[in-house]
């Protein structure tokens, strides 16, 4: 079964960055699906960025501001958020192939 464990989240004043990374137990080299979702105070889990087939799609909110990458010699995924506002506030998750993180909370501050 695999594990994925998330780190990177913290307080950050608007405008700031972050870098969440996502580390998994075993190879990610063949995960052909990969993501980001979060989860915002009173909302459901949303989607922010998946990589499906090739493809990379990106919510409108974050859309020139996240980037997702990965480095399969470490078996890890990653997201650089840029340009942070109040609303990326959330619990942030990372998704490997059905698989969750256990999440790792993002506070953007005014």
């Known amino acids: 079964q695999e594990l994925l464990v998330e780190s990177g989240g913290g307080l950050v004043q608007s405008g700031g960055s972050l870098r969440l990374s996502c580390t998994a137990n075993?190879?990610?080299?063949?995960?052909?699906?990969t993501g980001w979702y979060r989860q915002s105070p009173g909302k459901q889990r949303e989607q922010v960025v998946l990589v499906t087939g090739g493809y990379t799609v990106y919510s409108d909110s974050v859309k020139g501001r996240f980037t997702i990458s990965r480095d399969n010699t470490k078996n890890m995924l990653y997201l650089q958020m840029n340009n942070l506002k109040s609303e990326d506030t959330g619990v942030y998750y990372c998704?490997?192939?059905?698989?969750w993180g256990q999440g790792t909370q993002v506070t953007v501050s005014s």
């Open positions: 998704y490997i192939m059905g698989y």
């Open positions: 075993g190879s990610i080299a063949r995960s052909e699906v």
